[in-house]
């Protein structure tokens, strides 16, 4: 059992509805990798959201840094694209109307394949972000 | 203390700042400057936690790298490097792939004036085989880390000696971390557990048998009986993977250790290490005549991070103050000042 950085996986005050063409689509969060390096997003094994307590279909996440954007079976091959130490990606939700405003419980979940540990690296955090 | 001459230097990593440095609460140049003012000259790093877009790098930031080394007074010493044998899922590089990857490591860490670079526990001896020839090239040493629950005479260290001996190449080392001495569980982490809900009385009786030196498997297989609570059992799996292993057993390897990794949890305000007996081995590296950096590695962090603010300025301030002392530096800078006074 390692515990590491859960604290800062979800990030404070950055969750917003993500508007396209004047229509909400969905909503993202900031959130930073729990490790205490970076690695190629090709490690990130799984990446659960939960919202309100109900999970998000996998084809509804995607993963968003330093300008790139991924769905998870993108970020299966991106062996030369990193999730820096520290640095603020952001899980997007696709989402129909994506959430009303007021406080909600986000759920994340990230696996991770670390070789040289002998057990997965799963960490996880809940914490309560609001919609403006 | 430290009566016998000897040239062990003082380094620190840049781990140590690792919840700072996360937070963007300190810059890549604010660790350095910070390791520079605790009177430490060498610099270690990992190139994937320290560097923005590892391993890609700009000639500009090579520029402000070897302007920072100038204006700070300090020296790159060792790069960690990782090995992620299992890059693309469902995969399992071969060892020319991993061959590869060790590669482009020297060429990251020849770039910005590494000398040595810590090869990640899990690598195998026939990696470190294949990849010797290209660390002769790059004029960079490669130390395997004894990492805790390893210890520099587990049957896998064992095995990377025998590829030494085998190849005779001086570019084939060790890089013990200092974690493998863990006289007394970090308070720091069974505090933490103690948080996440652990029997306190547990958590006692662990940390008395490790202390004494009971095989853990004994202590795992002990708590089992006295609960089922996977919080209890892990705190009894804590006695496996920080293992106290006697440090004289560094002595017969000292030629082949390149670098040390002092590993910390909690500098109390005495001036002492609360797990690991920095005084003891200390005073065996300098009978061995270790002439390598010993670099700060704190990492108690992750264990208090969930309830107290982290200083890990503060942490490894304290730890370096302890080398100095232990190192014989603390009368010279009393002689000096006698001096000038």
């Known amino acids: 059992m390692i515990q590491m950085f859960e604290k800062y996986m979800i990030v404070e005050n950055d969750a917003a509805n993500i508007v ?8 993202k969060f900031g959130a930073r990798l729990p490790y205490y390096r970076g690695i190629a997003l090709s490690l990130v094994e799984d990446i659960v959201v939960k919202v309100d307590g109900e999970e998000v279909p996998k084809e509804n996440i995607k993963f968003s840094a330093h300008g790139n954007t991924y769905t998870l079976k993108e970020m299966e091959t991106a062996v030369d694209d ?10 997007i939700v696709e989402r129909k109307d994506g959430l009303l405003k007021g406080e909600h419980k986000i759920y994340l979940l990230l696996n991770m394949r670390i070789a040289y540990l002998p057990f997965p690296s799963i960490r996880k955090s809940e914490k309560k972000v609001a919609i403006a | 203390m430290a009566e016998k001459k000897h040239s062990i230097k003082r380094g620190v990593s840049l781990y140590s700042y690792q919840e700072e440095f996360f937070l963007q609460k300190m810059s890549l140049e604010d660790c350095i400057a910070a390791v520079a003012k605790t009177g430490a000259t060498g610099l270690e790093i990992l190139g994937e936690q320290s560097i923005f877009g590892f391993p890609k790098l700009t000639d500009a930031f090579v520029d402000k790298w070897f302007g920072w080394m100038d204006k700070y007074g300090v020296t790159p010493v060792c790069h960690d490097f990782m090995l992620d044998y299992t890059m693309v899922k469902g995969k399992y590089y071969s060892d020319n792939e991993a061959l590869q990857s060790i590669i482009r490591d020297l060429k990251f860490a020849k770039r910005l004036g590494f000398k040595i670079m810590r090869a990640i526990v899990n690598i195998t001896p026939e990696l470190m085989e294949k990849a010797a020839p290209y660390a002769e090239e790059y004029d960079i040493k490669i130390g395997i880390e004894v990492h805790s629950p390893w210890h520099i005479n587990s049957a896998w260290m064992a095995r990377h000696w025998e590829v030494m001996e085998k ?7 060790f ?4 974690g493998a001495f863990t006289k007394r569980l970090a308070r720091v982490q069974t505090d933490r557990m103690i948080r996440e809900g652990a029997d306190p009385k547990i958590v006692e009786f662990v940390c008395e048998q490790h202390e004494k030196g009971v095989m853990a498997e004994y202590i795992i ?6 609960s089922k609570r996977p919080v209890d059992i ?4 804590l006695s496996r993977h920080n293992t106290y292993y006697n440090p004289v057993a560094l002595l017969q390897h000292i030629p082949r250790i390149f670098h040390v990794h002092a590993k910390f949890y909690e500098m109390l305000d005495d001036g002492t290490e609360f797990s690991i007996p920095y005084e003891k081995i200390i005073r065996i590296l300098i009978e061995g005549g270790y002439d390598g950096y010993l670099s700060s ?21 304290r730890q370096q103050e302890m080398f100095k002392r232990l190192l014989g530096e603390q009368a010279n800078v009393e002689k000096i000042k006698a001096v000038e006074a």
């Open chain 1, 20 to 27: 396209e063409n004047g229509k909400i689509t969905g909503f």
């Open chain 1, 82 to 91: 990193r999730w820096n130490m520290g640095e603020v990606a952001h899980i």
């Open chain 2, 167 to 173: 190849t005779g190449s001086k570019y084939l080392g």
């Open chain 2, 175 to 178: 890089v013990p971390d200092m």
């Open chain 2, 221 to 226: 297989a002990q708590v089992s009986q006295m």
């Open chain 2, 234 to 237: 892990a705190v009894a799996e």
């Open chain 2, 297 to 317: 590695e704190y990492e108690g962090n992750r264990h208090i991070q969930d309830a107290f603010e982290v200083d890990s300025v503060e942490q490894v301030r």
